[in-house]
Every structure is written in structure tokens, then in C-alpha cells.
């Protein structure tokens, strides 16, 4: 390892613009002739549409027009659709019902756009959005998944019975019921896995542009993935074919899942660009933000674990209803089923599983992938699992734990997932060792002596990136191949610029992707550019989720990597009229090992420019490409430990020690790997302690539609995490990468519940584990 | 925003003149609650009188155990004034609490009690302390000052100008925080001045700030968190939100009333 090269700490090199605000968001982006959007929403969470009347508003001052849905339809623009196949156990394909980007006849959610007003200001574009006269038929609400399903419930689409999108299994369930009936010991449990609004830094933002001399369409959006922006624009919403439209997702103030799907605004910032003549921004206000950016979990799950009588696992059952919102969102079906089942194995051998999964539409914004995505709510409801069996049982958490490892490797789960590497005691005792797990029970007496109650959690998670290879994928269902691409130039003076598919909305890939070019090809960091976020420079990508832009993003560079190399071996052995094989990168240079000939790296790379002195035959330049499938997914794994103390007359509690020991395979830069981990605790501590999205049941409307009522972490409601890791470095893929975007997210909530249950002596506790709950939890607890 | 004129006021006299011409206009000092609700149209006045330029409403004076606090002087100067700490630290330390250093910065005690949050902290002070509210008019006891939440006996145009008290004994303040909004779920200030105990409560109350009269009778027997513990704090006339049940906030009560006597006692 090199100061600026694989495993180095190297400071980031995209935070000089972020931390001075000199970076590039959708919406310091300005083009001539430029106006302002307002979209006008729905206030109810159901409704029909009598009549829109759009007279007074068009007539305001500034107003450039007013559009509604039925314009959008006659041109022919699509309806948003979900991008992965989900078949309910009956064979039958999911029950999608339609979504238009502006609602025509009916509304479903508070928020639901409805027209778009663009005006000189942004100013005049709300005046006039507020003159936009709806007429609405209110029709009853139903916000809660299970009573969706009821009897006697709003129905919100025609295509979905009961409002079931899908009834859907995994696993043998005839062998876990044999399971079952062997068992010496069965623990069942209700868990809630609660709603959260994802709260980017930066809001939703859509600039769309129509060129009417080229009849070229450029969407600045806020994307994770502008490549599949493009797609889905062009195949499924008909805005324009791929070649007449560029998608620029420049920085991106944070995504966490919300930013990967192609919500309304951009489509019809798109269209209305066309139709008034003049390109048109849309910014989200805050508001909007709370209401329409695809929400994540609100999962309801019963689950039941069979024992033996030495407390080994012989099954798991897993019953969840999954509320998707009142629309699908672009991987809505995805989020409940393949990546949330797949991982009900956990750390454990378990041989037999069932997991039955009803996804259900309700009148609430749509759910979708957030940081995680399914591997929360499998790792919360696992390892709570975990933890009030070994309570019940009297055996220690970490021995129950210990009793049922995976210890070897390759492990087939029972539910499609092929574990490939892992060592699951080394993180639990290293997390132990340093959380000083044995020194806690005096610790909780101290506590005790000061009217607190302490208590100690842990949390055993694993969870799968990279989702791949794509041939598997699309046999589940899959729209989308999830590999990834790269593009190397190497330009005539050397510099380096790395097109890459992946995108970076916070996740320094500038900084580490150039570490791994650098050390590869031994040219210093600063003379390596990452490109990224624009379909018109990167030819096509998968972007960025999953926490797979290590594991597969920087495998395609790789493999460019690769062929850029063997192209400069060959010219520099030209060069010096030596052996290829004989060729050393080192220092700037190529030399001839053993001798002291040797070349420049811009040398060389000129020479491929000049094309004076090229082998017989060879093309002129340096620039390779190359697409990277990965052949598994990665299995980030790790043990977190959590421990509390309560405050027995108010409730509230503190977080007085987190403890991570995590295993990421191979680590690039462990300063923004901690970062990440940082990150990502954070927002599991979010959400198990402060953060719940809350609709009001009989009206539907988000009660939490700011922060004065959904609660963010502050710095001050976390502790100073210790970390460390373990790795074992990934079989699959060529630098051994596993992936830690989303591993803080997954692992910490079960460890803080599992932490303030064993303080206050009770499991009837539902994240956020707010101080009134914690006291009523308390006050219960006692009076029995 | 909608659009709204503004002015700057170089006086009190001058102020009250600029609201009389405005059409629907309003006072703005810190301008904390009124310019976010502005921001999100949930309050569109057509002019703004901006108080937060006139000299005469700013500055604490203190004189042996007298303390006036201009109406324009911010939290920030109210936390950190080393004469009112010396007289009434609880009252700067109850300051030190509200918001952040940007909110405590920017908002002043005149405008926080001319608002009459139910979930403001000076509410609460102003009731314990038996302030008078100083107004270009009249002078008002607090008792009769906060009518209901955000409601005062402030006539349309009335500025307040200065609170006054009589620093107490001992005093001290305790607040259980909101959780998202930060604001008071329950915040107790207890004094116990020349008059007797005070104890009032703000965040908690459906008709805001109020005052403990069992708890004063009470801790006037014995100042002592140990004197409060028979107290039941019934759940009636308690907020309810998704926070924090009535049940929890009468809880809340107790127990940062029980914390407010500790810390005037330490």
C-alpha cells in the first residue's frame, strides 16, 4: 500500500467542492430561457377527480401554462411501471395497477401530482398552482396494510382484488412444518419494522430541456442511476428514444434508495419542456420531500423458530404483509421478496425455511428500497428472534448464536442464497472484546446505584450486495441485467479519466476508484479523473445501490484495467525492444525488470497517440472498455453490540456505547469505509430509537410531514462508535470487495431494541423505541 | 412566501404607527415562528414591521434583586448576562435551552411570550416569576397576560416593550424536549420568591401555560423534590399528540418538577 493507493486513507477528493458549496446540484444548474415548476398535489389520501380547472391559473401573473394528465395521455406518454416480475405462489403474475405521472380520474395518496403550473418564478408557479381548481369526490382511506386486506376496504385499483399485488413464498414449507413437528422448543414472535421517510440532504430536483432544432431531449435529475433513468424514460414512459435523450445526474446530495426509481416529475418536466417551448425546473421543497420520495420498510411479520433440545434451529417460518403504498414503485416488488427472504438464513444454519411475503397496496406514498432494503427487516426480525430465544431460553445470547454459526464455506441456505466466505465468531468475539462484554454486569449494577437501567444488545447480521449475476437475477424476475461498466482513457500525456456506470451521491468514488487506478498503474492520484453521472460521457450503467459500486463498479474498472495494461506492456516493450513479460509498472515508469531500461508512463502513452513506433498491426491509442457480470452476490457480514441506559421516569434513552465488528472483504480506504459505517449506524439508530413516517388512519395524511414531527438523529444521540473489522476478502469478485454502504443500516437496530428490552426487562417494545414508548413499555412491564 | 412589504421600525412610537397604515401587517423581532410559517403559507401578512432595530427595546438592567429585560433582547444575551445570572440563573439557564445557537441568536423574549407557544420555554418563566409584561400601553401581570394557546391579552398593534420581575430566591428550570421539534413536551419552572412558590408548566397543558397549584402548596411547606412525591398529576387538560399521550405528559410533569427543585436547591 501506497500513500494514495489501495488501503490508504486518502482524504477525499470531491469534499473540497462539497464543503466550500461549490458543488454542482440539479439545482444550481441554469439554462437560458429557463422556468419554474410547482406541481399541484392531491390533499386527499383518496379520492376521484370531478374536474380540474385550470382558467384562473393559467391567467395569473407569470403563468407560462398549466398542464394536466389527460394532455400527458394524449401524447402518449406512459404510465410508471415496476421494473422487477414478482409471481404470487399461485403462478400468477403481480396485479400492477396504473400509475400515471399526472393522476387523470383518481388520487391515492396524499401528494399524488396532479398538474404541473410553469411560470417566470417559482414564486408566481405556487400563486398559480394555489389558483388550480380541483374538484374532488373524497373516498374512504385505508393506510394499514392489514386492514387493506380486510373486508369492506377501500379498493385502490381495479387490477388488484383485496389490494393484493402479490401473495408470494420461498423455501419448502411442507419440510419446515416437518421441522416444526420435531421441535422441543417453538418461539414466536410479532415484529414491526417501521416506515421511514429516507430525508436526502438534498431534495428531488428535475430539469427538463427539449432542443426543438435537434428534437433533443436533457433531463438533469437527482439519480443514482442516470443510465436507467434513460431506459425506463425512453422504453416504458415513451418521452423519447435512448438516442435523443441525455441523462445528467451531476452531484447528488445523498440518496440511500430514494433517488434510484423515475418518479413523475422528471417525465414531466421532460414533456412540459416540449410542450411550452422552454425548459423547466422542478425543485422539491422539504414537504414534498416527506410525502412523495419513495418511503422504506412497514413490514408486519409473524414469525415462529423451531428448536431442538439443545437449542439448535430446525426451521423458521416467516408470515410478513408488506406495505408497497398506493403505488409501485420502479423495485417495490423487489425490496419485500429477493432481498429480504433470501437473507432469513441469517449467520445461521438453518436447513429448513418458509417465508410467505403479501405485498399490499394502501393509501401512502410508495414504498421502496431504502439503505438496506429488505435485509433490515430480514437481520431485525432474525436477530430479535435470536435474542428473546436465548432470553427465554436462559442461555446467553452469544452462545445461542454461537450454537447455530455457518463455520463452513461454500453454504448452501434454503433460500437461494449460496454463502461464499464468512467468519462469524471472529466478529462476535472481536465486538465482544471490545464492547468488554464481560464486564457489563457491573456496569448495569453501577447504573443501578445512579437510578438508571443499563442493558446490553447484539446483533449478528448478514446481508447481500452486488446483486448478480445478472442471468440469475433476470430468471427472478428481474427488468434490468445488474452488471456494471467502465471505460479507461488513457490520454496522450498520460492522465487518466475512468468512465464509470456507477454513480457517486456521497460515496467518494472519486477518491477511491482513482486510488485503485493509481496504485495499478502507478500514476499519482491527482492525475486521475472519475467520471461519472452523464449518459452522453459513460455509454450505458447500472449505478449506484446495493451497496455494489465496490464490488461490481470497481471490478469493471478492473477488467479495463487489464486490457489498458497489457496494451501499455506491449508499447513500452516495443519501446525498448523487450519481452512484454519482462514489463514492471513501478514509480511512473515502465521498466524492463532486471535492467535499467525504462519509460515514462506518458511516454508510453504518447507513443500510442503519435503511433510513430507501434507494434506491427496494434491500433493507435489507449482506451479500453470493458463490462464486469459478477458471478455471486457479496455477503458483508458482522456482529454489532449496543449498550443503554434508561431513564425509568421519562423513558428516554441514551446509546452509551456501539460497538461494530464488521467483515467487508477487501477495504479500499478505510476512512470512507468507517464513514460509511458511521453513516449507517446512524440510520439504524434512527430508525430503531427516533424515526417513524406515521399517517393519520382515518384521513390518511402524513402526520410527519416535517421535522417538527419526525425525528432525524442529531449528533448528539449517537455515541463515538468504535470499529473494527475482520474481513474475509470476497471469492467472487477480482479485488475481494463485499460492500459496506448499507451494513451499519441493517445491523443496528435489532442490537439497540435487543440493548433497551434487556434494560427495562421486557420484548414488548416497537421501533422507534421513543421515550413515551419506552416508558409505557416500563410502566407496562411493571404492573404485571 | 407570498410576497409581503417590510419595514423597519426606528422606534415603538414608529412601530405601532407603521402597523396602524399596514393592511394586514404584523410585528417581526426574531422572526423564528413567524418567517418559517411564511415560508410554508401558513401565515401571509401583507407587511412586516420589523422591531428588531429599536434601541429602546433592547438591554437587561438589573438592580439589587430588580430585573427588567427589553423586549427585544435575545435568548443568546438572556443566557449569557453575568447580572441576571447573578440574580436568576434560572432564567439564563432556561434560556440556554431554547432552540439552537442560530434560534437563540435571532429570537428575543418579546417575541417568544408575545407568541405564547404552548410549547415555549418563557411562558412558563414569565407565570413562576411573576413577571409584569411592559407594553406601549399598559402593564400586564403575567397571570393575565397568556390567555390560551398562542393567545395573549395583547390588543391588535400592542408591543411589548420589557418583562419585569422580582428575582426570587431560588429558582430552576427543567424540560423534557420533544424529540423531533426540540421544543418543551413538559417544561416546569418552579421559584420560590417573597410571595411564596411558583410553579408553572409549559408543553403540556391543551390550553398552555399553567401553574401547579398543588405542587406550589406543597413545596411551600417544604422546598424539597422529596415534598412533591404524593402529588398525582392528573392526565385531564394534558396535550395529546404522537409523542407524547396525556398519560405520559402528566407523568412528565412530575418528574421535571421533582428535577426543577433539585436544581433550584443545588
Known sequence: MGIEGVGARVARKEDKRFITGAGRYVDDMVVPGMKHAVFVRSPHAHAEIRKIDVAAARAMPGVIDVLVGRQLKADGIGNLICGWMIHSKDGSPMKMGAWSPLAVDRVRYVGDAIAIVVAETKGQARDAAEAVEVTYKELKAVTDASKAMGRGAPQLHPEAPNNLIFDWDLGNAAETDAAFGKAAHVVEMDVINNRLVPNAMEPRAALGHYDKAEDHYTCWTTSQNPHVARLVMSAFYNVA?????????????????????????????????????????????????????????????????????????????????????????????????????????????????????????????????YRGAGRPEAAFLIERMME???????????????????????????????????????????????????????????????????????????????????????????????????????????????????????????????????????????????????????QMGMGTYGSRSGAVGMS??????????????????????????????????????????????????????????????????????????????????????????????????????????????????????????HGGVTQGIGQALLEGASYDESSGQLVTASYMDYTMPRAGDV?????????????????????????????????????????????????????????????????? | MYSVSYHRASSVADAAKLIKKAGDGKYVSGGMTLIPAMKLRLAAPTDLVDLRHVPELKGIKVSGKAVTIGAGTTHAEVAANEKLKAVCPALSHLASMIGDPHVRHMGTIGGSIANNDPAADYPAAMLALGATIVTNKREIAAEKFFTGLFETALKDGEI?????????????????????????????????????????????????????????????KRFDAAALDGIKVSPANMMSDIHASAEYRANLVAVMARRAVARANQ
Open chain 1, 241 to 369: 428514444p435512448e438516442n435523443k435523450l441525455r441523462v445528467i445526474a451531476p452531484d447528488v446530495g445523498g440518496g440511500f434508495g430514494s433517488k434510484i426509481y423515475i418518479y413523475p416529475e422528471e417525465i414531466v418536466c421532460l414533456w412540459a419542456s416540449k410542450k411550452t417551448g422552454v425548459p423547466v425546473k422542478w425543485v422539491a421543497d422539504r414537504t414534498e420531500s416527506f410525502m412523495t420520495d419513495a418511503h422504506g420498510r412497514d413490514h408486519h411479520t409473524h414469525a415462529a423458530m423451531a428448536f431442538d433440545k439443545d437449542y439448535r434451529i430446525l426451521g423458521f417460518k416467516v408470515e410478513t404483509k408488506a406495505n408497497l403504498g398506493a403505488y409501485m414503485s420502479l423495485f417495490s416488488s423487489a425490496t419485500p421478496t429477493y432481498l429480504y427472504a433470501t437473507l432469513l438464513s441469517g449467520q445461521y444454519d438453518i436447513p429448513a425455511i418458509h417465508a410467505n411475503v403479501k405485498a399490499i397496496y394502501t393509501n401512502t406514498a410508495p414504498v421502496d428500497a
Open chain 1, 388 to 538: 428473546v430465544s436465548a432470553r427465554r431460553f436462559g442461555i446467553s445470547p452469544a452462545e445461542l448464536r454461537r450454537r447455530n454459526f455457518i463455520t463452513s464455506f461454500p453454504h448452501q441456505t434454503p433460500v437461494i442464497m449460496n454463502y461464499d466466505a464468512g467468519d462469524f465468531a471472529a466478529s462476535l468475539d472481536a465486538a465482544m472484546k471490545a464492547a468488554d462484554y464481560a464486564g457489563f454486569a457491573r456496569r448495569r449494577d453501577e447504573a443501578k446505584r445512579r437510578g438508571r437501567l443499563r442493558g446490553i444488545g447484539m446483533s449478528c447480521y448478514i446481508e447481500a450486495c452486488g446483486i448478480a449475476p445478472s442471468a440469475a437475477v433476470g430468471s427472478l424476475g428481474a427488468g434490468v441485467g445488474l452488471w456494471e461498466s467502465a471505460e479507461v482513457r488513457v490520454n496522450a500525456v498520460g492522465t487518466i479519466e475512468v468512465l464509470t456506470g456507477s454513480h457517486s451521491h456521497g460515496q467518494g468514488h472519486e477518491t477511491t476508484f482513482a486510488q485503485l487506478v493509481s496504485q495499478r498503474l502507478s500514476v499519482p492520484l491527482d492525475s486521475i479523473s472519475i467520471v461519472h453521472g452523464d449518459t452522453d460521457k459513460v
Open chain 2, 160 to 220: 411589548v416593550t420589557a418583562v419585569r420581575f422580582t428575582a426570587p430566591a431560588r429558582a430552576g428550570y427543567e424540560k423534557f424536549r420533544n424529540p423531533a421539534s426540540r421544543y418543551a413536551m413538559t417544561g416546569v419552572f418552579v421559584a420560590k420568591g417573597r410571595d411564596g412558590v411558583r410553579v408553572a408548566v409549559t408543553g403540556a397543558g391543551d390550553d398552555g401555560v399553567f401553574r401547579a397549584r398543588d405542587m406550589e402548596a406543597a413545596l411551600a
Open chain 1, 556 to 677: 469493471a474498472i478492473v477488467k479495463a484495467l487489464d486490457k489498458v495494461e497489457a496494451k501499455a506492456r506491449k508499447i513500452a516493450a516495443h519501446l525498448m525492444e523487450a519481452d512484454e513479460a519482462d514489463i514492471v509498472i513501478e514509480n511512473g515508469e515502465l521498466k524492463v525488470a532486471g535492467t535499467d531500461k525504462k519509460v515514462p508512463w506518458f511516454q508510453m502513452a504518447l507513443a500510442a497517440y503519435t503511433a510513430h513506433n507501434l507494434p506491427a498491426g496494434m491500433e493507435p491509442g489507449l482506451k479500453e472498455t470493458a463490462f464486469y457480470d459478477p458471478s455471486n452476490f457479496t455477503f458483508p457480514a458482522g456482529c454489532y453490540v449496543c449498550e443503554v441506559e434508561v431513564d425509568p421516569d421519562t423513558g428516554h434513552t441514551d446509546i452509551v456505547q456501539f460497538v461494530a465488528a464488521d467483515d467487508f472483504g477487501n477495504i479500499i480506504n478505510p476512512m470512507i469505509v468507517e464513514g460509511q459505517v
Open chain 1, 719 to 784: 455515541p463515538s462508535y468504535r470499529l473494527s473489522t475482520s474481513n474475509t476478502p470476497a471469492p467472487s469478485n477480482p479485488l475481494g470487495i463485499k460492500g459496506c454502504g448499507e451494513a451499519g443500516a441493517i445491523g443496528s437496530p435489532p442490537a439497540v431494541i435487543n440493548a433497551i428490552t434487556d434494560a427495562i426487562g421486557t420484548e414488548e417494545l416497537t421501533m422507534p423505541a421513543t421515550p413515551q414508548k419506552v416508558w409505557a413499555a416500563l410502566k407496562a412491564a411493571t404492573r404485571h
